[in-house]
């Protein structure tokens, strides 16, 4: 089965570590000489003195040259806390130097506390850190020392001046003289170990520390990142590689302070961020404070190392407490059940297994010695902070994985939608096309109806206008009716003045006839054009018909079409009943000017008949005056009628005037229309653009797996 690519990353890399740790690990074959002895311990015949020596004139201590009185040095037990301290912070150590027949001896002393200075036959011949009588001292290597010794000195004694200002003073781990060599050979061997670990621990911390970078707000990548730095540089440190090989014990020991500082806040930060995942409030804030003051003291050993030595005794227990707290949280994650708290607490396990296999022997609570395996206990910490890295990475991963697969799925949901909102698009684009076609139609259509309503509305004027002319001949005729009649009454002697009013009435009822005739033919005219308006509102009424059809074709984008056709066909609905309304009052003018005009006929008849009876005879006098009763009566039906027929051109005016202004309104309602379908077709082929772009445009690559530091 193929791994994903962070644990192929990772296995290369634990792959390139186990062959750096095996190739310098590899125990070198030891040269032995045939001039030289073996390494001697020098555990007898120590003594010590407190206190400092007053300097010589030359700058040497005179207790080198003078040592004084013999029971001023006193006997001790090798590699033990020196008795009766008190105040003092110099300690003087004579030690016994067997003669072994070393051609190049050396004195190796593993741990020393604090500032040393060496001398061998009044010289001094060794100096680490900085003495001062009045104040502190500053140490500049905290692994072991290897002294060069002159030849000399063998079989004598060399002596010890140690400044600390620490609880512990003295040499408190292993004391031995040999070949240079061959010590150096040894030291470099075991040293190798932690050498190699330390370097693949800063390499994991570069790892990290780039993992962090590109993802910064992962804090267990930093947290892992400080760890290993930290823990790199203290196994560097404590190899004693740096200080022997290179000369650099100064820069080997503020690393090592570097480490101190910064290793339990990078391991707090981690378990913040990684096991509690920030859940812990109270332990994210003590997290962020304690790494503020691991910092400035990181800070304060950059720039004095003296003063980082002295702030590192305060800082050591609070160091202690943090990293017992670590442990319980994590044991307390580890218990209920997280696999990443696990992990942790087994390498910290084996951390703290492999520090207690390290002291013990040196206080003497254990008989065998394994040597310094602390080593193996940071190694091991930091592979578990490792597997709990790469095993969120792996999380990550697939995760990512699982997205990708979603992301390809919906990208072709997406690329289907695109495809219908093409096809969708490009179908509402023909059908607005269609539509504008069928709008501009539409409009010309309309335009030719307010066109001739407008015609018909100057035409309904002139009728009214004749109308009213025609009302008041009606009303005029009444009224000489009316005195005609009176005249008849009045007797024989208004005779001549009747015939004469009879003739004049004849000649007033023949061209009223005339003009009832007249205005007959006009009111046909008018019932033609009324009949040409409700052709005019029929096709109106199609066309609205065929207009809503379109917009319930169209969708959502047609309604508001729709409304307006639902508009235009109430409106020609409303055309065609005023059009039948026009066409009746008509026909009843029409049937009421032709009777008027019988009427008149009959009248004039009469009158005729009438004068030559009154000519004939005056007997006929009396049924003269019952015809011009009659005449009266028939001249008000007449200026009835015609007062009706003022009254119902009247009315049709008004209905004319309304629809024409209802077609005005129906016109630039059209026009809205047209405006509002081209911008539906702009749209249209908007979204067509916008489909044929999303289809030509590549898949989006998905992004590469992270790497397993992340």
Same mark, same amino acid.
């Given at each position: ?105 050396? %004195? ?97 911390? %570069? ?53 101190? =500082? ?7 930060? =981690? ?18 404070? =304690? ?251 199609? %066309? ?114 309304? %629809? ?51």
């Amino acid at each position: 089965m193929d791994l994903p690519c962070p644990s192929r990353r990772l296995a290369h890399l634990f792959t390139l570590g186990a062959a750096l740790f095996l190739l310098f690990a590899r125990p070198s074959a030891a040269q032995p000489s045939e001039a030289s002895g073996a390494t001697v311990p020098v555990l007898e015949g120590w003594r010590y003195r407190w206190g400092d020596s007053p300097a010589g004139a030359d700058g040497v201590p005179t207790w080198v040259t003078s040592p004084g009185a013999p029971e001023a040095w006193r006997e001790t037990k090798a590699l033990t806390e020196v008795p009766g301290r008190g105040d003092h912070t110099f300690l003087w150590l004579r030690i016994p130097v067997p003669d072994g027949g070393w051609a190049d001896p050396a %004195l190796f002393l593993g741990e020393v506390t604090s500032a040393i200075e060496v001398y061998a036959n009044g010289q001094r011949v060794y100096t680490s850190g900085q003495m001062n009588r009045g104040g502190r001292e500053v140490s500049e290597n905290l692994a072991w020392h290897l002294i060069p010794l002159p030849r000399e000195v063998l079989g004598k004694e060399v002596m010890l001046r140690i400044q600390s200002s620490a609880p512990t003073i003295g040499v408190s781990r292993d004391a031995k003289v040999g070949a240079q060599h061959e010590l150096l050979a040894a030291l470099t061997r075991e040293g190798q170990a932690p050498f190699v670990m330390g370097c693949l621990l800063i390499a994991v911390a %570069l790892g990290s520390g780039g993992a962090f970078v590109m993802h910064w707000r992962r804090r267990m990548l930093a947290g892992l990142a400080v760890f290993s730095v930290s823990g790199g540089m203290l196994l560097l440190g404590l190899s004693g590689l740096p200080a022997t090989l290179w000369s650099a014990s100064v820069a080997a020991t503020r690393g090592m302070l570097l480490g101190i =500082f910064l290793l339990a806040a990078g391991l707090m930060a =981690f378990v913040s961020d990684a096991l509690l995942e920030n859940r812990m409030r109270w332990f994210y804030k003590l997290s962020v404070g =304690f790494s503020v003051i691991s910092g400035l003291g990181a800070f304060v050993a950059l720039v004095d190392l003296g003063l980082g030595q002295r702030v590192m005794v305060p800082f050591m227990p609070i160091a202690l407490i943090i990293l017992v707290l670590c442990f319980a949280v994590a044991a307390l994650e580890a218990w209920r059940g997280n696999p990443d708290a696990r992990l942790f607490v087994s390498g910290l396990c084996v951390l703290v297994v492999a520090l207690l296999v390290t002291v013990l022997p040196v206080i003497g609570v254990m008989k065998s010695s394994f040597g310094n395996v602390s080593h193996w206990g940071y190694l091991a910490l930091t592979l578990s902070l490792v597997a709990v890295v790469a095993r969120r990475s792996i999380e990550v991963v697939r995760a990512l994985e699982t997205h990708t697969r979603q992301l390809e799925e919906r990208q072709e949901v997406v690329r289907a939608l695109a495809e219908r909102m093409g096809s969708g698009a490009g179908e509402l684009a023909t059908v607005v096309q269609q539509l504008r076609s069928s709008s501009d139609q539409q409009t010309e259509g309309v335009s030719r109806q307010a066109v001739a309503l407008q015609e018909a509305e100057q035409t309904v004027k002139e009728i009214r206008r004749s109308s009213q002319m025609t009302a008041e001949k009606a009303t005029a005729l009444a009224e000489a009716s009316e005195s005609a009649e009176q005249v008849g009454r009045e007797g024989m002697d208004a005779l001549e003045r009747t015939l004469a009013d009879l003739a004049a009435i004849r000649s007033e009822v023949s061209e009223m006839a005339r003009r009832i005739l007249a205005l007959d033919d006009q009111t046909r005219e008018v019932s033609t054009i009324v009949e040409s308006v409700k052709d005019l509102a029929d096709q109106s009424n199609m %066309l609205a018909i065929n207009a809503a059809i379109e917009a319930a074709r169209s969708g959502e984008s047609g309604k508001g079409f729709g409304v307006v056709a639902r508009e235009m066909r109430g409106l020609a609905d409303q055309s065609i009943r005023a059009t039948h309304r026009i066409r009746e009052v008509l026909d009843g003018v029409s049937t009421s000017m032709r009777e008027a005009a019988r009427n008149s006929e009959k009248g004039d008849e009469r009158v005729r008949q009438s004068l030559d009876a009154v000519r004939t005879s005056s007997a006929q006098f009396q049924q003269l005056a019952v015809l011009i009763a009659d005449t009266s009566a028939n001249v008000r039906q007449i200026s009835a009628a015609v007062s009706a027929q003022d009254a119902g051109t009247h009315q049709m005016a008004t209905a004319i005037q309304e %629809l024409s202004s209802q077609m005005q309104r129906t016109l630039k309602t059209v026009q809205e229309t047209q405006e509002a379908t081209r911008s539906v077709q702009g749209l249209a082929e908007s979204m067509s653009g916008m489909a044929r772009q999303t289809l030509g445009t590549d898949v989006a690559t998905v992004p590469a797996a992270p790497s397993a530091s992340a």
